[in-house]
């Protein structure tokens, strides 16, 4: 029987939360046009290993982690920020799960966890940013209740530009993501 866990995670998590967070974006950007196959095959495992390091180790105030273990093992991981100068409510700045780990509830889970954190903090709306071309991840957040608000042409990890969605769980979507399991 497998056993899925979410746990704070902590500055011992940065490697692993790192090398998932690669994985994820090397599987979900190839051939998207988002980041270019050699950042994904050369510096971009350098760069978000030492993003995590440093954001683990001394956290933002109202930042908040968590992995998601099956089995003993991380597959997936969720930050959150209490604010980020939107008003939008508590912002998603990271969902990321190992690819074999995904279309299992892994991320319903971590956003439900996510939500009840805001609302334990009298926060009442959420939102993300997705790259637009992200059509699995966007498909994923409007099942969940999210609406897009805006769309912006920003610079991406490698130095190009894509478009990317700002998704928001408005109060009455945001109590259902409360209510997921």
């Known amino acids: 029987m497998t056993t899925l866990v979410l ?3 902590g500055a011992s998590d940065a490697g692993t939360i790192a090398d998932i967070h690669t994985r994820s974006w090397q599987s979900a950007y190839r051939g998207l046009g988002v980041l270019s196959d050699a950042y994904l095959d050369g510096r971009a495992a350098t ?4 993003k995590w390091r440093e954001r683990m180790a001394a956290p933002v105030a109202g930042q908040q982690v968590w992995c998601a273990d ?3 093992q991380t597959i997936g991981f969720l930050c959150a ?4 100068g939107t008003p939008w409510g508590a912002f998603v700045d990271n969902l990321h799960l ?3 780990s995904r279309g299992h509830g892994v991320g319903k889970r971590l956003m439900g966890e996510a939500a009840r954190w805001a609302a334990a903090q009298g926060i009442t709306q959420l939102h993300l940013l997705v790259y637009e071309a992200n059509t699995a991840a966007i498909g994923f957040y409007e099942a969940l209740g999210g609406v897009p608000v805006s769309r912006d042409w920003l610079e991406t990890a490698d130095g190009g530009h894509a478009w990317v969605c700002t998704y928001h769980w408005p109060e009455a979507e945001f109590a259902g993501l409360t209510r997921l399991p």
């Open 47 to 50: 760069d978000i290993q030492a």
């Open 98 to 100: 190992l690819p074999a």
């Open 70 to 72: 099956l089995d003993g």
């Open 7 to 9: 746990r704070e995670g």
């Open 81 to 84: 920020l209490r604010e980020n």
